[in-house]
T-cell receptor, first 114, second 114 residues
């Protein structure tokens, strides 16, 4: 059973604050990790991918991966009301010629209030 | 990223009928995936569809209920057969990127079964 766990929230932060979203996974063989953002009524949109231990930064977003502890997190700096969405964590066992299926968490609902 | 379209975007159907959902990609892709997202829930993989072979179904999903076609590298269909209100959901197709390092989602089909 490959499980991906996220705090369902809701997580509420004021505008300008740092939002911290966490995800743990059960399969130590997981190789690829993704964060998707899903606005209400819309499909998931990829915002970050990470494959190696450590931090990966892209604008206001930082993904952090710790394979030993089997967790991956997403930090959103200077949070904006437009960041209000559900954030889905996804993991995969492969990294190579074929990615294959992703395993998704239930998602964390984030609200950024002005 | 690939541009993915789905038809229809939404539909309201009667119990016992069937609906076929189309997924079109603007580039050739090897792997396509069909997901279901029930209200307030995360994504559940229905099946993986590779061109030229039978779809691979996840536990709890069967071909008689969710037949899938994959006639070429840019197109797939998912049929929801003999529908019941429990089939009311958003159905999403996704494709693996050209580098096989992530997945992108179509806009989804919102299905309501009365």
């Amino acid at each position: 059973q490959k499980e991906v766990e996220q705090n369902s929230g809701p997580l509420s932060v004021p505008e300008g604050a740092i939002a911290s979203l966490n995800c743990t996974y059960s399969d130590r063989g997981s190789q690829s990790f993704f964060w998707y953002r899903q606005y209400s009524g819309k499909s998931p949109e990829l915002i970050m991918s990470i494959y190696s231990n450590g931090d990966k930064e892209d604008g206001r977003f930082t993904a952090q991966l710790n394979k030993a502890s089997q967790y991956v997190s997403l930090l959103i700096r200077d949070s904006q009301p437009s960041d209000s969405a559900t954030y889905l964590c996804a993991v995969n066992l492969s990294r190579g010629s074929t990615l294959g299926r992703l395993y998704f968490g239930r998602g964390t609902q984030l609200t950024v209030w002005p | 990223s690939a541009v993915i379209s789905q038809k229809p975007s939404r539909d309201i159907c009667q119990r016992g009928t069937s609906l076929t959902i189309q997924c079109q990609v603007d580039s050739q892709v090897t792997m396509m995936f069909w997901y279901r997202q029930q209200p307030g829930q995360s994504l559940t993989l229905i099946a993986t569809a590779n061109q030229g072979s039978e779809a691979t179904y996840e536990s709890g999903f069967v071909i008689d209920k969710f037949p899938i076609s994959r006639p070429n590298l840019t197109f797939s269909t998912l049929t929801v057969s003999n529908m019941s209100p429990e089939d009311s959901s958003i159905y999403l197709c996704s494709v693996e990127s050209a580098l096989a390092d992530t997945q992108y989602f179509g806009p989804g089909t919102r299905l309501t079964v009365l």
